[in-house]
């Protein structure tokens, strides 16, 4: 069977970039960057005030002390943020100025309020001033004609901070991948119904939905899909022409009723793989169809999710170009022992916590594929190799974060 190792990489082969889009400053968050972004200005654009103070000339100040402090004539005129002044500082004088206003012509320095003794319409200053301080620079921070943001760069808000003050009200940035998610299965429901004997609601439809939204692309949720080959050929057909990446959840496995497989082929498209050496989502099959992608997901509400985490995560970043697609991983210790099949890789649900210097890791419950429970408690997934049964306390295991790591001892799970 299939390693995981080996799915991933086959999985992240098929991948390709999405286009271009345009879209407005503030719906370009956490996407890439498809251009290069070069300044057409200075940044400041003009030399302005870093304090709020008085504007002088550094000449005045020489020779200035405690005992024999220099005086400076305020003129009347003020400059506050936003305002530019046509006078020029003449000797012997200084102009009040604020934070982030044009240092006038004549000055080249800014005494801040708080050192200065205002007397009068006078200020007494009792040390030398040297050119230049508390000046912020025309371009100090960039250039006209400068790279400030390169293509392929993941935005965020200070990117977003730059864009604006560039002027950049629109931006050009990878699309995000449109994913659809088909629930496969007789037994289900969707949330306002009422349940009847032997019915269970469909949960996978939404967890996925959620994570396709947190991995930053577009879910369309297609719904619940009868056990019937007509049906699920219908919706595969209509989410194969409005979609990247086709999800379906259950009936892959080799049950009687399991489906999927049978039709997704029928309709053409190749199959990369089906059933992978792992616990849980062991059935787990994919294909390509034209550029459209398809993973057949296994039923199991933990598998299912898993699954998205390990493989179609992953892939859904590298297609919108993000450079890191990979969640965390950390060592951490075992905080029990831990007893697996060697038949294939264990994929333990984890909470990982720091107890002084070590970070620990302990099962957050029962195991089964379908203990939905055990993942909501997890914030990791850790990787149990098959080449041994029995894995002691204290051993160190690697651990994919999905969620932060638990910073307060008293949360964690007893070891
Ligand atoms: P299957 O792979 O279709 O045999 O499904 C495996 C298990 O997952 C069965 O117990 C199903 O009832 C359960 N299951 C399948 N689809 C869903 C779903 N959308 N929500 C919750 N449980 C599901
Ligand atoms: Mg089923």
Redo the contacts with the bound molecule.
């Keep these: 069977m299939l390693s995981p190792e080996r799915a991933l990489q086959i999985v992240l082969d098929q991948a390709y970039l999405l286009e271009p889009v345009e879209l407005r400053l503030l719906d370009s968050r956490g996407m890439t960057l498809a251009e290069e972004i070069v300044s057409d200005m200075d940044i400041p654009p003009f030399d302005n005030s870093a304090m709020d103070g008085f504007a002088i000339r550094s000449l005045d100040t020489l020779g200035a002390s405690l005992h024999n402090p220099v005086r400076l004539k305020v003129l009347e005129e003020d400059l506050p943020a936003g305002h530019t002044t046509q006078k020029s500082l003449m000797p012997g004088y200084a102009f009040q100025i604020m934070t982030g206003a044009p240092i006038p012509a004549g000055a080249d320095a800014v005494i801040p309020v708080e050192d200065v003794e205002m007397r009068n319409e006078e200020i007494w200053i009792s040390r030398p001033y040297k050119t230049h301080t508390n000046i912020r620079d025309r371009g100090e921070e960039v250039w006209a004609g400068e790279v400030v943001l390169t293509q392929g760069k993941t935005i965020y808000p200070a990117d977003i901070g730059l864009l604006a003050s560039l002027g950049r009200s629109k931006v050009a940035v990878i699309r995000k991948a449109k994913v659809a998610v088909i629930?496969?299965?007789d037994?289900?429901i969707d949330i306002e119904e009422n349940l009847q004997p032997g019915l269970?609601?469909?949960?996978?439809?939404y967890s996925l939905t959620a994570q396709i939204a947190e991995a930053g692309a577009i879910p369309q949720r297609v719904g619940i899909v009868a056990d019937q080959r007509e049906l699920v050929r219908q919706a595969l057909e209509r989410s194969l022409m409005e979609c990247d990446i086709v999800l379906t959840?259950?009936?892959?496995?080799v049950?009687k009723y399991?489906l999927v497989k049978g039709v997704v082929e029928e309709l053409g498209a190749e199959l990369k793989f089906w059933k992978v050496s792992q616990k849980p989502g062991k059935?787990l099959a994919f294909w390509t169809y034209g550029q459209k992608l398809v993973f057949g997901l296994?039923?199991?509400?933990v598998a299912v999710m898993f699954c998205f985490e390990r493989y179609v995560r992953p892939l859904i970043l590298k297609m919108m170009g993000r450079g890191e697609i990979f969640r965390p991983t950390v060592k951490a210790a075992l905080a029990h022992d831990v007893k697996i099949k060697t038949e294939r890789t264990q994929f333990m649900r984890v909470m990982v916590g720091r107890k002084g210097e070590v970070l620990w890791a302990s099962s957050t419950g029962a195991q089964g594929s379908?203990i939905l429970r055990s993942m909501s408690l997890a914030n990791g997934i850790a990787t149990i190799p098959p080449q041994k049964e029995i894995w002691k306390q204290g051993e160190l295991v690697e651990v994919m974060l999905i969620r932060e790591i638990e910073e307060r001892p008293e949360r964690l799970p007893s070891a």
Excluded: K, Q, Y
């Design positions: 629930a496969t299965g037994e289900l269970i609601r469909d949960s996978n439809s959840s259950g009936g892959v496995s049950g399991d059935p296994p039923g199991n509400p379908g």
